[in-house]
Protein backbone atom coordinates (compact mmCIF):
# COMPACT_ATOMS: atom_id res chain seq x y z
CA UNK A 1 0.00 0.00 0.00
CA UNK A 2 2.82 2.25 0.99
CA UNK A 3 4.21 2.04 -2.31
CA UNK A 4 1.39 2.22 -4.83
CA UNK A 5 0.76 5.29 -2.41
CA UNK A 6 4.17 7.18 -3.16
CA UNK A 7 3.99 5.70 -7.23
CA UNK A 8 7.59 3.78 -6.53
CA UNK A 9 8.47 0.51 -7.62
CA UNK A 10 10.52 -2.27 -5.58
CA UNK A 11 11.70 -5.39 -6.24
CA UNK A 12 10.46 -8.81 -3.65
CA UNK A 13 12.63 -11.60 -3.05
CA UNK A 14 9.49 -13.78 -2.40
CA UNK A 15 10.19 -17.38 -0.08
CA UNK A 16 8.37 -20.13 -1.90
CA UNK A 17 6.58 -21.52 1.33
CA UNK A 18 5.45 -18.34 2.49
CA UNK A 19 4.36 -16.95 -0.96
CA UNK A 20 2.23 -20.03 -1.63
CA UNK A 21 0.09 -19.03 1.19
CA UNK A 22 -0.46 -15.58 -0.05
CA UNK A 23 -0.76 -16.20 -3.79
CA UNK A 24 -2.91 -12.60 -4.03
CA UNK A 25 -0.06 -10.57 -2.92
CA UNK A 26 2.06 -12.42 -5.14
CA UNK A 27 -0.51 -11.24 -8.33
CA UNK A 28 -0.67 -8.00 -7.15
CA UNK A 29 3.19 -7.07 -6.50
CA UNK A 30 3.07 -8.10 -10.26
CA UNK A 31 0.24 -6.17 -11.54
CA UNK A 32 1.72 -3.21 -9.79
CA UNK A 33 4.71 -3.21 -11.59
CA UNK A 34 7.39 -4.25 -9.22
CA UNK A 35 9.86 -7.35 -9.74
CA UNK A 36 9.82 -10.55 -8.10
CA UNK A 37 12.95 -12.43 -7.10
CA UNK A 38 13.33 -15.93 -5.73
CA UNK A 39 14.60 -15.92 -2.09
CA UNK A 40 14.29 -19.70 -2.22
CA UNK A 41 11.55 -21.92 -1.44
CA UNK A 42 11.93 -22.54 2.67
CA UNK A 43 14.71 -20.09 3.41
CA UNK A 44 16.07 -23.08 5.64
CA UNK A 45 19.33 -23.00 7.49
CA UNK A 46 20.50 -26.17 6.03
CA UNK A 47 20.53 -24.21 2.49
CA UNK A 48 23.68 -23.18 1.72
CA UNK A 49 24.61 -27.45 2.74
CA UNK A 50 22.65 -28.96 0.16
CA UNK A 51 24.16 -30.32 -3.40
CA UNK A 52 23.93 -28.30 -6.25
CA UNK A 53 21.30 -30.28 -7.77
CA UNK A 54 19.33 -30.30 -4.46
CA UNK A 55 19.61 -26.27 -4.41
CA UNK A 56 18.02 -26.06 -8.03
CA UNK A 57 15.58 -28.30 -7.44
CA UNK A 58 14.30 -25.74 -4.83
CA UNK A 59 15.13 -22.72 -6.93
CA UNK A 60 13.04 -23.96 -9.55
CA UNK A 61 9.96 -25.06 -7.27
CA UNK A 62 10.23 -21.33 -6.50
CA UNK A 63 9.96 -20.05 -10.01
CA UNK A 64 7.82 -22.49 -10.80
CA UNK A 65 4.91 -21.32 -8.47
CA UNK A 66 5.52 -18.01 -9.41
CA UNK A 67 5.27 -18.83 -13.05
CA UNK A 68 1.99 -20.38 -12.63
CA UNK A 69 0.43 -17.12 -10.95
CA UNK A 70 2.06 -14.46 -13.15
CA UNK A 71 3.27 -16.28 -16.41
CA UNK A 72 6.40 -14.17 -15.77
CA UNK A 73 9.96 -15.99 -14.95
CA UNK A 74 12.02 -14.93 -12.11
CA UNK A 75 15.65 -13.79 -13.08
CA UNK A 76 16.86 -12.88 -9.61
CA UNK A 77 18.13 -14.41 -6.42
CA UNK A 78 19.00 -13.45 -3.35
CA UNK A 79 20.39 -16.00 -1.33
CA UNK A 80 19.30 -16.73 2.07
CA UNK A 81 21.50 -15.00 5.19
CA UNK A 82 23.25 -13.50 2.22
CA UNK A 83 25.42 -16.96 2.05
CA UNK A 84 26.99 -18.14 -0.76
CA UNK A 85 28.95 -20.84 -1.63
CA UNK A 86 30.72 -22.83 -5.08
CA UNK A 87 27.33 -24.80 -5.01
CA UNK A 88 25.39 -21.77 -5.07
CA UNK A 89 27.24 -20.36 -7.15
CA UNK A 90 27.12 -23.18 -9.71
CA UNK A 91 23.03 -23.86 -9.33
CA UNK A 92 22.80 -19.82 -10.09
CA UNK A 93 24.88 -20.47 -13.04
CA UNK A 94 22.26 -23.45 -14.15
CA UNK A 95 19.11 -21.65 -13.74
CA UNK A 96 20.55 -18.53 -15.00
CA UNK A 97 20.00 -16.16 -12.56
CA UNK A 98 21.51 -12.90 -11.15
CA UNK A 99 22.78 -13.31 -7.91
CA UNK A 100 21.79 -9.69 -6.17
CA UNK A 101 23.18 -8.80 -2.73
CA UNK A 102 22.67 -5.32 -1.11
CA UNK A 103 25.02 -2.35 -0.09
CA UNK A 104 22.89 -1.05 2.71
CA UNK A 105 21.31 -3.22 5.02
CA UNK A 106 19.11 -1.59 7.53
CA UNK A 107 18.91 -4.51 9.92
CA UNK A 108 15.42 -4.25 10.90
CA UNK A 109 14.81 -7.24 12.14
CA UNK A 110 16.21 -6.01 15.39
CA UNK A 111 12.91 -5.48 17.12
CA UNK A 112 14.40 -3.52 20.13
CA UNK A 113 15.64 -0.68 18.52
CA UNK A 114 12.91 2.25 17.09
CA UNK A 115 12.09 2.37 13.80
CA UNK A 116 13.53 6.47 13.58
CA UNK A 117 17.07 4.57 14.25
CA UNK A 118 16.59 2.14 11.69
CA UNK A 119 16.18 4.94 9.47
CA UNK A 120 18.74 7.06 10.58
CA UNK A 121 21.02 3.96 10.21
CA UNK A 122 20.18 3.50 6.40
CA UNK A 123 20.28 7.28 5.24
CA UNK A 124 23.64 7.70 6.94
CA UNK A 125 24.90 5.60 4.39
CA UNK A 126 23.04 6.77 0.54
CA UNK A 127 25.01 6.63 -2.06
CA UNK A 128 23.68 6.33 -5.81
CA UNK A 129 23.18 3.24 -6.72
CA UNK A 130 22.07 1.88 -3.59
CA UNK A 131 20.73 -1.20 -2.91
CA UNK A 132 18.55 -1.38 0.02
CA UNK A 133 17.56 -4.43 2.64
CA UNK A 134 14.38 -4.49 4.05
CA UNK A 135 11.89 -7.01 5.70
CA UNK A 136 8.20 -7.15 5.46
CA UNK A 137 7.70 -9.26 8.52
CA UNK A 138 8.94 -6.90 10.73
CA UNK A 139 6.91 -4.82 12.76
CA UNK A 140 6.09 -2.01 11.89
CA UNK A 141 7.53 -2.57 8.28
CA UNK A 142 4.88 -0.41 6.86
CA UNK A 143 5.82 2.77 9.35
CA UNK A 144 9.69 2.30 8.49
CA UNK A 145 8.92 2.16 4.78
CA UNK A 146 7.06 5.51 4.19
CA UNK A 147 9.51 7.13 6.56
CA UNK A 148 12.23 5.91 4.19
CA UNK A 149 10.27 6.52 0.93
CA UNK A 150 9.60 10.07 2.25
CA UNK A 151 12.86 10.65 3.15
CA UNK A 152 14.51 9.48 -0.37
CA UNK A 153 11.99 11.10 -2.53
CA UNK A 154 12.42 14.62 -0.62
CA UNK A 155 16.25 13.91 -1.16
CA UNK A 156 15.35 13.80 -4.30
CA UNK A 157 16.40 9.89 -4.75
CA UNK A 158 15.27 8.06 -7.82
CA UNK A 159 13.36 4.39 -6.21
CA UNK A 160 13.59 2.35 -8.82
CA UNK A 161 13.28 -1.77 -8.90
CA UNK A 162 16.20 -4.09 -9.91
CA UNK A 163 15.98 -5.72 -12.95
CA UNK A 164 18.28 -7.90 -15.44
CA UNK A 165 18.01 -4.34 -17.92
CA UNK A 166 19.67 -2.26 -15.16
CA UNK A 167 22.26 -4.58 -14.14
CA UNK A 168 23.03 -4.57 -17.82
CA UNK A 169 23.49 -1.19 -18.33
CA UNK A 170 25.15 -0.69 -14.96
CA UNK A 171 28.62 1.45 -15.09
CA UNK A 172 31.37 1.39 -12.41
CA UNK A 173 30.54 2.58 -8.96
CA UNK A 174 34.30 3.45 -8.38
CA UNK A 175 33.89 5.53 -5.53
CA UNK A 176 33.03 2.15 -3.37
CA UNK A 177 36.02 0.55 -4.50
CA UNK A 178 38.33 1.53 -1.58
CA UNK A 179 35.21 0.26 1.19
CA UNK A 180 35.20 -2.95 -0.67
CA UNK A 181 38.94 -3.29 0.01
CA UNK A 182 38.83 -2.54 3.29
CA UNK A 183 36.07 -5.24 3.89
CA UNK A 184 37.97 -7.65 2.86
CA UNK A 185 41.59 -6.58 4.06
CA UNK A 186 39.66 -6.84 7.83
CA UNK A 187 37.98 -9.70 6.79
CA UNK A 188 41.46 -11.35 6.33
CA UNK A 189 43.47 -9.21 8.54
CA UNK A 190 45.76 -8.13 5.98
CA UNK A 191 47.47 -4.56 4.56
CA UNK A 192 44.98 -3.33 2.20
CA UNK A 193 47.44 -3.24 -0.31
CA UNK A 194 47.48 -6.85 -0.19
CA UNK A 195 43.96 -6.70 -1.70
CA UNK A 196 43.71 -6.42 -5.45
CA UNK A 197 41.15 -5.37 -7.87
CA UNK A 198 40.33 -6.82 -10.84
CA UNK A 199 37.31 -5.85 -13.60
CA UNK A 200 36.13 -9.30 -14.65
CA UNK A 201 33.30 -7.77 -16.77
CA UNK A 202 31.52 -4.57 -17.22
CA UNK A 203 29.06 -5.01 -14.84
CA UNK A 204 31.44 -6.70 -11.92
CA UNK A 205 34.43 -6.16 -10.11
CA UNK A 206 36.83 -8.78 -8.55
CA UNK A 207 38.46 -8.44 -4.92
CA UNK A 208 41.22 -11.15 -4.09
CA UNK A 209 43.37 -11.15 -0.82
CA UNK A 210 45.60 -13.71 0.42
CA UNK A 211 46.42 -14.66 4.14
CA UNK A 212 49.05 -17.82 4.87
CA UNK A 213 47.70 -19.71 2.19
CA UNK A 214 43.68 -19.02 2.35
CA UNK A 215 42.46 -16.93 -0.06
CA UNK A 216 39.46 -14.67 0.13
CA UNK A 217 37.31 -13.69 -2.98
CA UNK A 218 34.55 -11.18 -3.85
CA UNK A 219 32.40 -9.98 -6.17
CA UNK A 220 30.55 -6.87 -6.37
CA UNK A 221 27.64 -5.95 -8.75
CA UNK A 222 27.84 -2.72 -10.20
CA UNK A 223 24.05 -1.14 -10.25
CA UNK A 224 24.76 2.98 -10.52
CA UNK A 225 22.46 4.52 -13.29
CA UNK A 226 23.98 7.29 -15.29
Known sequence: DVLKRYDVKATFFIIGEKAEKHPELIARIVDEGHVIGCHSWYHDFGFPLQSSSGICDELSRCEDFVYGLTGQRVTLFRPPFGVTNPLIADAVKEMDYKCIGW????????????????????????????????????????????????????????????????????????????????????????????????????????????????????????????
Open 103 to 226: SIRSLDTDQSKERKDILERVTSQLHDGAVILLHDRCEDADVLLEMLVSDLLQKNYDIINIDSTIIAQAPKMAPHIENMRTNLSLALGISIDDVNVKATTEEKLGFTGRKEGIAAHAVCLLKRMA
